[in-house]
């Protein structure tokens, strides 16, 4: 069993869209849980991170941890064309190495 | 904020030749340097951890023979591909762990395409 599983995807979505990324991993010591965009050709870079189970919303995203099931979702609201990328869900603990998810490709059409 | 620049972003070499990816931290040191390697529509996976000034940690599978890494400095990490065959062909990517930022500390270069012919 994977440590990290991601729903593979390729997601693809009209414009204006609410979108669903998700994750599931196996290890209860982990305590960080990212979400990283990818865009083609490109190194990913850092969309958000939580801490412990909840919620936390930044714009038009939202990122949600349910520890009890080890659960991560990655939340696109009025998603655009410029959102169209690979997202990455992350994951790490007190080793500080993060353990990636698959990546889900995701394509906003206009 | 804070930039790595990994280059080349871009190499085709002959096989049994070697490639050289370097990168670099600006503005800030980085005490350690994370190498990954990722697949076309797989994830990254890590490769090592270089530490500045010692030997790098390689994670199982990967051959510390074949994939030389140096951290000679707190700004640079290289990473040759010795002897380089086509199932080497990847996207390698670097990290670096910015100290003292915890998680938010972790900044990627850009990639590098390795294509070997």
């Known amino acids: 069993q994977k440590e990290v599983e991601q729903d593979p995807g390729p997601l693809s979505v009209p414009e204006g869209a609410i979108v669903s990324l998700n994750c599931t991993y196996s290890n209860s010591a982990f305590q960080y849980f990212m979400w990283y965009r990818q865009y083609s050709r490109k190194g990913p870079e850092l969309l958000m991170y939580?801490?412990?189970?909840g919620n936390k919303e930044d714009g038009r995203f939202t990122a949600q941890v349910d520890k009890s099931s080890k659960y991560i979702s990655l939340f696109i609201r009025d998603s655009q064309p410029s959102d169209s990328a690979t997202y990455l869900c992350a994951i790490t603990g007190s080793a500080r190495q993060l353990t990636f998810g698959s990546g889900t490709q995701l394509t906003v059409l206009p | 904020g804070a930039v790595v620049s990994q280059h080349p972003s871009r190499v085709i070499c002959k096989s049994g030749t070697s490639v050289k990816i370097e990168c670099r931290s600006l503005d800030f040191q980085a005490t350690t340097m994370f190498w990954y390697r990722q697949f076309p529509k797989q994830s990254l996976m890590l490769m090592a951890t270089?530490?500045?000034?010692?030997?790098?940690?390689?994670e199982q599978g990967v051959e510390k023979d074949k994939f030389l890494i140096n951290h000679a400095s707190l700004t640079l990490s290289t990473l040759t591909v010795t002897s380089a065959h086509p199932e080497d062909s990847s996207f390698y990517i670097c990290?670096?762990?910015?100290?003292?930022?915890?998680?938010?500390?972790?900044?990627f270069g850009s990639g590098t395409r390795l294509t070997v012919v």
């Open positions: 990290s670096a762990d910015i100290s003292g930022q915890g998680i938010l500390g972790y900044t």
């Open positions: 270089s530490n500045e000034g010692s030997k790098a940690t390689y």
């Open positions: 939580t801490y412990s189970s």
